[in-house]
T-cell receptor, first 118, second 113 residues
Framework: AQKVTQAQTEISVVEKEDVTLDCVYE???????LFWYKQPPSGELVFLIR??????QNEISGRYSWNFQKSTSSFNFTITASQVVDSAVYFC???????????????FGTGTRLTIIP | DSGVTQTPKHLITATGQRVTLRCSPR?????VYWYQQSLDQGLQFLIQ???????AKGNILERFSAQQFPDLHSELNLSSLELGDSALYFC????????????FGPGTRLTVL
């Protein structure tokens, strides 16, 4: 069964500091997708990134970057020069493809609440 | 704005009642997913429909049911409500039956008193 672990329940950093959110996953499939979503105080879920299991290249998008390491089953998310608007709950999620082609679901971690202190 | 709409935004009801949550997917999306977010269970997948047919089931209680209509909107029916059903219910949609990129609606917050 697939599982996603976000060990950090809450993190607080001072504005402009860098912060890394950890995500460790478990899956028996060789083909899967990993995701990060942001849930601001308003409650909606905002898609941030999708990465498939064959693409281990790190990705950078502005102040956001993601480090995918299959060897450690981790997909960590770093925010550089954090801003107050980054305060939110961040969820890591996994979807197995494998034998479940066309029958996929997202399994979410428990989320990390990030607070940026002005 | 993801393009996925959900109504109502808030719903307050009593134990034992039945409610219906509605979701309209993004234009062109054939697949609809329902998720429940509660304090004790976190974000959990409930059920998926693709082009009108049930495709996958998660941790959905027997008191809950869903359907997707020919115009592709979906409804989640929750009956015999209990206090523990209080949660944020999200609908998401994607182009096909694959979960490549789900877009989430704003959610319906259900409070059972």
């Amino acid at each position: 069964a697939q599982k996603v672990t976000q060990a950090q329940t809450e993190i607080s950093v001072v504005e402009k500091e860098d912060v890394t959110l950890d995500c460790v996953y478990e899956t028996r499939d060789t083909t899967y997708y990993l995701f990060w979503y942001k849930q601001p105080p308003s409650g909606e879920l905002v898609f941030l990134i999708r990465r498939n299991s064959f693409d281990e290249q790190n990705e950078i998008s502005g102040r956001y970057s993601w480090n995918f390491q299959k060897s450690t089953s981790s997909f960590n998310f770093t925010i550089t020069a954090s801003q107050v608007v980054d305060s939110a709950v961040y969820f890591c999620a996994l979807s197995e493809v494998g034998s479940n082609f066309g029958n996929e679901k997202l399994t979410f971690g428990t989320g990390t609440r990030l607070t940026i202190i002005p | 704005d993801s393009g996925v709409t959900q109504t109502p935004k808030h719903l307050i009801t009593a134990t034992g009642q039945r409610v219906t949550l509605r979701c309209s997917p993004r234009s062109g999306d054939l697949s609809v997913y329902w998720y429940q977010q509660s304090l004790d269970q976190g974000l959990q997948f409930l059920i998926q429909y693709y082009n009108g047919e049930e495709r996958a089931k998660g941790n959905i209680l027997e008191r809950f049911s869903a359907q997707q209509f020919p115009d592709l909107h979906s409804e989640l029916n929750l009956s015999s409500l209990e206090l523990g059903d209080s949660a944020l219910y999200f609908c998401a949609s994607s182009v096909d039956a694959r979960v490549n990129e789900q877009f989430f609606g704003p959610g319906t917050r259900l409070t059972v008193l």
